[in-house]
């Protein structure tokens, strides 16, 4: 069964960067929408970013649209989220999340598949 696990989170000041990676083990990420989540204490968890296996048509939230960057490298089996410009909303725990299917869906109940989630911390 496939599985994921992501890496790249931190401490960052506002304004700063970071990238997030969600690599897959036992089974090709290649074949998956892939999408990042993202989960705040006392919040629901919220669609942060997708993208398609082919083409690699991308999605946004509206918040992060213009900021983040979601990429994926299939021969290293690997989802990507470039951060940049992070505030202090973008504080949570973010996973990636996997699903069999080229449409998109901004629901986490749509994904079967999902990583055990790494945190960001952004200061102000």
């Known amino acids: 069964q496939v599985q994921f696990v992501e890496s790249g989170g931190g401490l960052v000041q506002a304004g700063g960067s970071l990238r997030l990676s969600c690599a897959a083990s036992g089974g090709t990420a290649g074949t998956y929408f892939m999408a990042w989540f993202r989960q705040a204490p006392g919040k629901e968890r919220e669609f942060v970013a997708g993208?398609?296996?082919?083409?690699?048509?991308?999605y946004y939230a509206d918040s992060v649209k213009g900021r983040f960057t979601i990429s994926r490298d299939n021969a290293k089996n690997t989802v990507y989220l470039q951060m940049d410009s992070l505030k202090p909303e973008d504080a949570a725990a973010y996973y990636c999340?996997?699903?069999?299917?080229?449409?998109?869906?901004?629901?986490?109940?749509?994904?079967?598949?999902w990583g055990q989630g790494t945190q960001v911390t952004v200061s102000s």
């Open positions: 993208i398609r296996r082919n083409p690699g048509l991308t």
């Open positions: 999340a996997a699903r069999a299917g080229l449409i998109v869906s901004y629901g986490a109940e749509a994904y079967n598949y």
